[in-house]
Structure formats: structure tokens, C-alpha cells
């Protein structure tokens, strides 16, 4: 599998392109900016982008949707939770003093369980909610791309709209922490970790915390 990160916009988010090395076929996570960039390395590597996924419909990870989508034919997933989120991205962003383009709306809503394929790429989708009423994860074999639900040593905000602390815990603990110590995850934001790091040192997730 090829699996490629961009750091992308003035909020580094992770943008996250996966391939089948064999078929080509592709999926991109949170595409949130630099569309010329992320369409640089699918031209470079010869992709078929099926899939764009969006983790959460927030302003830092949808930005570049439009043009990606345009360039690719590609369809745009989303949790339905989220449709409206994404609908005011652009109003959320001018809170930060930011702009950002508008997205389409999704081609089609994802749910818990679905999966997503492209080529031997299988992602299953994890509603997490909490950070945004939509948010999910995308769990593949031994890792797991967790949008701004699990960061390396933090959760999500969820001062947001529709955030809430122990929906978020919650999600969390039946979604990720039921995953093997070994799994890689791949954050929204930030370097990468392990469920075992997270379990064991996460001040919101480990026994002395008292969330869980
Ligand atoms: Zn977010
Ligand atoms: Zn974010």
C-alpha cells in the first residue's frame, strides 16, 4: 500500500493519500488545502483517485475538496452528522481570520461499518462524534486514521458546535481502544502514534485519568 502525508493550510492538517500499489485506485483523507500540491504527487505516482473522505466537515480539512473532486471525478464522503458543518465552513473559518473554498456536498454519506474500498484498500468507518457531531475514524489493517478525534497525547477540542467531551471519550474508548496495542494512528493533526501509547500515556485515556 502506499500511504503518503502532506502537511496542508495554515492549521497543518494531515492530508492523507492512500493507494493500491497494484491497481492504482485511491482514496485521500482530509484534503484541506494545497489541491496543487496533493494533485501533484496523484499525477507523479499515476493514481485513480475513487474516494475523498472527509474525517469531519471542519474548514481546515475540506478546503481542498472542490478542486481535488473537479480534477478527479472522484466522490466526496462524509458522515451525514457533518453535512451541515461543511456547509458553513466558510463562516467557521472567518472566526479564525482564514479563508477557505467551498466545498460540493458529499456524494454520498458514510455510517458505522461501512467500507470504503478502493483496490485492496478497505477502510471501515468508526463514528466517533464529539469533536464534531460527524467525525469518524478510518481503520484499515493495523492502522487507523483518526481525524481530530485522538491526537498523539490529546483528543479533539469540543468547544465546537456539537462537541461534547464525554461523547468523544466514549467513541473513543468502544472504536479505538478495542484496537490492538500495535495499531498505527494516523491523526488529523500531529505526529503519529500507537493505541498502546495512547492507552498507556494519554492523560484523557489512561486509568488515572478518570474519563473512562
Ligand atoms: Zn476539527
Ligand atoms: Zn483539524
Not at 14 to 32: F, M, R
Not at 87 to 101: E, G, K, Q
Not at 111 to 123: P, T
Amino acid at each position: 500500500m502506499i500511504l503518503v502525508r502532506l502537511v496542508v493550510g495554515p492549521l497543518q492538517v494531515n492530508c492523507y493519500i492512500l493507494a493500491d500499489e497494484k491497481t492504482k485506485d485511491a482514496v485521500i483523507i482530509d484534503p484541506g488545502d494545497d489541491a496543487d500540491e496533493i494533485l501533484r504527487i496523484v499525477r507523479e505516482k499515476g493514481l485513480k483517485v475513487k474516494y475523498l473522505v472527509n474525517t469531519h466537515a471542519h474548514f481546515d480539512h475540506v478546503g481542498a475538496n472542490k478542486k481535488i473532486k473537479e480534477e478527479t471525478g472522484a466522490q466526496l464522503l462524509l458522515h451525514e452528522k457533518d453535512a451541515v458543518v461543511l456547509r458553513n465552513a466558510i463562516s467557521h473559518a472567518a472566526v479564525f481570520n482564514l479563508t477557505t473554498t467551498a466545498s460540493p456536498e458529499a456524494d454520498r454519506y458514510v455510517q458505522q461499518g461501512d467500507v470504503i474500498s478502493a483496490g485492496e484498500i478497505s477502510l471501515r468507518v468508526l463514528h466517533t462524534p464529539g469533536h464534531s457531531p460527524g467525525g469518524i475514524c478510518l481503520a484499515e489493517h493495523g492502522i487507523v486514521f483518526t481525524g481530530d478525534s485522538l491526537f498523539a497525547g490529546s483528543v479533539g477540542r469540543t468547544d465546537f458546535p456539537g462537541g461534547d467531551l464525554m461523547t468523544l471519550l466514549g467513541g473513543i474508548k468502544m472504536h479505538l481502544l478495542s484496537l490492538s496495542d500495535e495499531t498505527r494512528v494516523f491523526p488529523g493533526h500531529g505526529p503519529d502514534t500507537t493505541i498502546g501509547d495512547e492507552r498507556r500515556e494519554n492523560p484523557f485515556l489512561n486509568a488515572e485519568s478518570g474519563f473512562l
